[in-house]
Nanobody
Framework: VQLQASGGGLVQAGNSLRLSCVVSGRPFGRLAVAWFRQAPGKEREFVAANRFSGNYATYAESVKGRFTISIDTAKNTVYLQMNSLRPEDTAVYYC???????????????????WGQGTLVTVSS
């Protein structure tokens, strides 16, 4: 599969933004899809993940309750709805996919074999 992420931009703190990741190829139910982010000078960190079937959503503690990962299988698109954004959410956001990621590894970047190009989210205070 190939991934194309979009939807980043500049928003004020407290506002919302939705990122999209189009999954080309033939995604299947067990395919794991995830969002990671990397802020300047920091390591890439896990944000949210799910199976393409949509049954196993998991989130980083820092975004739980504010972000939602969803999948539109008809459009082969993975979304990350981000609400109540904070300046510390500023980062380049990457979508990732992996065909053989077991549930206990959904948060590990090394488990994913395909990465999108990244989209920049900037949250101003």
């Amino acid at each position: 599969v190939q991934l194309q992420a979009s939807g980043g931009g500049l928003v004020q703190a407290g506002n919302s933004l939705r990122l999209s990741c189009v999954v080309s190829g033939r995604p299947f139910g067990r395919l794991a899809v995830a969002w990671f982010r990397q802020a300047p000078g920091k390591e890439r960190e896990f944000v949210a993940a799910n199976r393409f079937s949509g049954n196993y959503a998991t989130y980083a503690e820092s975004v739980k309750g504010r972000f939602t990962i969803s999948i539109d299988t008809a459009k082969n698109t993975v979304y990350l709805q981000m609400n109540s954004l904070r300046p510390e959410d500023t980062a380049v956001y990457y979508c990732a996919a992996g065909p053989s990621v077991i549930l206990s590894n959904l948060r590990s970047p090394s488990a994913y074999t395909t990465w999108g190009q990244g989209t920049l989210v900037t949250v101003s205070s």
